[in-house]
T-cell receptor, first 112, second 118 residues
Framework: DAEITQSPRHKITETGRQVTLACHQT?????MFWYRQDLGHGLRLIHY???????NKGEVSDGYSVSRSNTEDLPLTLESAASSQTSVYFC???????????FGQGTRLTVV | AQTVTQSQPEMSVQEAETVTLSCTYD???????LFWYKQPPSRQMILVIR??????QNATENRFSVNFQKAAKSFSLKISDSQLGDAAMYFC???????????????FGKGTRLSVIA
């Protein structure tokens, strides 16, 4: 079955290190999104892409970057991890511009 | 920018009873979609129900139904015959439909944690 997978599921890293979270979907969806989930804030949009070579900043993009070199993958990079980036990160994709998004299982990132 | 507000951080309901979760949103657009997602302790985000703004009829999915009031910009979720498995975080989400062929992301509220009491 087609799906969207995130890796790793859990990660602990040190302040200042570069970290990349992977997101891979096999639905061939053009739209992909990264959100972070924090208590009291719900899901906040970090970056999103509507197709290959397209990337856009979301509400909380500072300190994060993405690149879209193919349809299936949208990796999220933390250039220099900070304790404020400790969170649960969700990747999502959608086939069209008016449909719901389908989510990965989430990655819990702890920055120490 | 569109915003979604869920004013109830926590709710509880007795098993087999009915509960309503509130959601309001702010937009100047006329065409959009609204969604309710459920997040159980497993952390997986599960779509519960969706509503197209141009449809006056409220969406229903088994025990889940919505009360969509477009003029009031309100989109509440009603869960009937609550079950223990309904205990979860519930998120309301909004997605605009651009007039051109463009695209927009989903905007989420902060969530309501629902507890079901046996």
């Amino acid at each position: 079955d087609a799906e969207i997978t995130q890796s790793p599921r859990h990660k602990i890293t040190e302040t200042g290190r570069q970290v990349t979270l992977a997101c891979h979907q096999t639905w061939n969806h053009n739209n992909m999104f990264w959100y972070r989930q924090d208590l009291g804030h719900g899901l906040r949009l970090i970056h999103y892409s509507y197709g290959v070579q397209d990337t856009n900043k979301g509400e909380v993009s500072d300190g994060y970057s993405v690149s879209r070199s193919n349809t299936e993958d949208l990796p999220l990079t933390l250039e220099s991890a900070a304790s404020s980036q400790t969170s649960v990160y969700f990747c999502a994709s959608s086939p069209g511009r008016v449909t719901e998004a389908f989510f990965g299982q989430g990655t819990r990132l702890t920055v120490v | 920018a569109q915003t979604v507000t869920q004013s109830q951080p926590e709710m509880s309901v007795q098993e087999a009873e009915t509960v309503t979760l509130s959601c309001t949103y702010d937009t100047s657009e006329s065409d959009y979609y609204l969604f309710w997602y459920k997040q159980p302790p497993s952390r997986q985000m599960i779509l519960v129900i969706r509503q197209e703004a141009y449809k006056q009829q409220n969406a229903t999915e088994n025990r889940f139904s919505v009360n969509f009031q477009k003029a009031a910009k309100s989109f509440s979720l009603k869960i009937s015959d609550s079950q223990l498995g309904d205990a979860a975080m519930y998120f309301c989400a909004y997605r605009n439909i651009p007039e051109n062929s463009g695209n927009t992301p989903l905007v989420f509220g902060k969530g309501t944690r629902l507890s079901v009491i046996a």
